[in-house]
């Protein structure tokens, strides 16, 4: 049977599901397995947050696949992987729906002011909200989760969605369902910016003072995708001189977000722990097909 690793705890459908044809090590529970030891005899492993660098894939001579809990590969040493032939696999459409409700989530305890009254902060006379319903949703990056959003913002609420995203036509945006447009035009139409891009070197920063600088000075600024692609600092100034209305974030720079971030002192923002892709339903779903592809490479 091959030897499949775990090291944090993921849905339970999964780990029952490789028990049926793998022989399973999990470092979580009553007893948990260490990973010096199950290094040597490793064939397959399930990573949900843990890091797996060149100095532990180097002990693991067996491996064949790092199955990601989740989308991105930055926690695993992808140029040894490479090298060394181990496949790396995601799950990348596990969670969309997840991540696509949280960021109207964010938007709408944004427009609302739910950040600040739940905290107990300003009086109800204060507390004037905006509505979605006929605004206009800016989109940067236009894949799996963003198309998602803007299903929901157009079937529930009756946005305009507009999109930007180099990766596709103009006729590839207007066929996904949204209107294109470049990011100039974007950020000086939309009501609310999302942004939903990989974090590459290209999108580093991609939302910073010149792009704040051309938004609406009641817009608000919704990041889901990963910290880093909002420019932190500028997003801060951009708040301070009212250059946008507010922010919500799932994803920053450094995470957890840290207590004394300037960000968090603003009742205008709204910060969540990159809980978006996290529900239930969610989880179970990137569990078992972490867990199809372990079984896909492993079981002749
Ligand atoms: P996707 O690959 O389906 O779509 C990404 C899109 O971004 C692509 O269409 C691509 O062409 C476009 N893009 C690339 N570079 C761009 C640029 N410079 N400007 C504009 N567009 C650009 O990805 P997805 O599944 O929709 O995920 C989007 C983001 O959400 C990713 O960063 C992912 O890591 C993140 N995510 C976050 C959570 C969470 O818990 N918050 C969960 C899952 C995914």
Do not use: K
Request: with cysteine.
């Amino acid at each position: 049977r091959p030897v499949v690793w775990i090291p944090r705890e993921v849905h339970a459908d999964a780990v029952a599901d490789l028990e049926t044809w793998a022989d399973v090590r999990r470092g979580w529970g009553a007893e948990p397995a260490n990973e010096d030891a199950v290094a040597p005899l490793v064939q397959g492993v399930l990573l949900r947050t843990a890091r797996l660098d060149a100095r532990q894939l180097s002990r693991m001579p067996r491996l064949r696949i790092v199955a990601r809990h989740g989308v991105g590969t930055d926690t695993v040493d992808t140029a040894f992987a490479r090298e060394h032939g181990i496949r790396i696999t995601t799950t990348p459409e596990a969670n969309v729906l997840s991540v696509a409700e949280h960021a109207i989530a964010l938007l709408l305890a944004v427009r609302r002011g739910i950040g600040a009254a739940v905290s107990g902060r300003g009086d109800r006379a204060d507390l004037i909200g905006g509505e979605l319903s006929g605004s206009t949703l800016g989109l940067i990056g236009f894949g799996r989760i963003a198309r998602h959003v803007a299903r929901i913002g157009q079937g529930g609420f009756a946005m305009r969605v507009l999109a930007y995203d180099p990766g596709l036509s103009d006729e590839e945006v207007r066929t996904a369902g949204a209107e294109p447009r470049s990011l100039d035009e974007l950020l000086e139409q939309s009501d609310a910016v999302s942004v939903h891009v990989p974090l590459v070197p290209a999108t580093r920063g991609l939302l910073s003072t010149a792009q704040f600088r051309r938004m609406r000075s009641h817009a608000v600024v919704l990041n889901t995708s990963r910290g880093g692609v909002v420019d932190e600092c500028a997003l801060f100034a951009a708040l301070e001189t009212d250059e946008v209305a507010g922010a919500g974030l799932d994803v920053s720079e450094v995470e957890p977000m840290p207590a004394d971030h300037p960000l968090r002192s603003r009742a205008d923002v709204v910060v969540t722990p990159h809980i978006g892709g996290q529900t239930r339903e969610a989880m179970r779903r990137v569990a078992m097909e972490a867990a199809a592809s372990l079984r896909a490479e492993l079981v002749p």
